[in-house]
């Protein structure tokens, strides 16, 4: 799957005002998100990081052949809204696609991801509260004649079994962790996400010497007590469109034009432009 984006800066002091205009352009009300991003990284080669006893999904499968023997970053992402059955009506980053035809956003029916225990009390998180799904975002392609930035992704529910069993079968260890909390629209097939990432304070080892402990933070600190990534406060709108088939130029270039549409609504509001490729780099180093 291809995922087409474009991004633009916000100050904190124009996020109530921009809110309330995302909402005129979308015709919807903004949802509210809180996901937990836990990234990992890749502890041996990808070719044989699967335990001889453990054969991963078709999903999974997949998504390792997608990597193609590279060394990248894998992120699972708990989404913290609200229990699974809740009745929100939140929008899921996995919900809106362009499929091959093009068309209007595509609900999959995303699976409640009732999760097992952790298998272990000093890796423990809470993985029954919250649908998780293991995700991968590839190095965007060089900029070319396409006005936006693209690269390829995965995303794999995970409904079964505990994630970090999952994840630690693929041969990937934890090395830190962010909540991305902000607001989610859907136009058309845009996702539009006006959102910031916080910083998730690290617990060190009983050894005292401030090396980060190796596993998530339990229980995770209240959402008020995280410092932002940008200490502005500032925020970063994110437009995207996902395609189905990114062999598809017909659906390539609908997913672009659609994103610079929305570029062109958004001028003299946010600058809307296509995100430094370096910094979206996600290979280890």
Do not use: C
Not at 87 to 106: A, M, R
Not at 194 to 211: C, E, K, Y
């Amino acid at each position: 799957m291809h995922e087409l984006l474009l991004f633009g800066q916000v100050p904190p002091k124009r996020h109530d005002q921009l809110l309330k205009i995302l909402a005129g352009v979308a015709a919807m009300q903004p949802h509210s998100i809180v996901e937990r991003h836990l990234v990992f990284k890749p502890r041996r080669p990808i070719a044989s990081s699967t335990r001889a006893a453990t054969k991963p999904g078709a999903q999974v499968q997949a998504l390792q052949a997608q990597m193609q023997g590279d060394l990248f970053y894998l992120q699972l992402v708990g989404n913290m809204t609200g229990s699974p059955g809740s009745g929100t009506g939140e929008v899921s980053s996995q919900d809106v696609i362009v499929s091959e035809g093009g068309g209007q956003p595509d609900a999959n029916g995303a699976s409640n991801g009732a999760m097992g225990k952790a298998s272990a009390e000093d890796k423990a998180i809470d993985l029954k509260a919250h649908p998780w799904s293991l995700e991968f975002r590839d190095l965007p392609d060089v900029a070319g004649h396409r006005p936006v930035t693209s690269r390829l992704m995965a995303s794999v529910a995970i409904t079964d079994g505990d994630p970090l069993d999952v994840i630690d079968s693929l041969g990937y260890n934890y090395t830190t962790e962010y909540v991305l909390q902000g607001h989610r629209f859907v136009h058309g097939n845009l996702i539009l996400l006006l959102h910031r990432p916080l910083i998730v304070p690290p617990i060190s080892t009983a050894d005292q010497t401030n090396t980060p402990a190796p596993h998530p933070v339990h229980p995770l600190p209240p959402l008020e007590t995280l410092r932002p990534l940008d200490l502005s406060g500032g925020f970063i709108l994110q437009a995207s469109v996902r395609v189905q088939d990114g062999n598809r130029p017909e659906t390539m270039k609908a997913a672009t034009n659609e994103l610079v549409k929305f570029k062109e609504v958004m001028k003299g509001v946010v600058d809307m432009e296509v995100g430094d490729r370096l910094a979206l780099d996600t290979r280890m180093r």
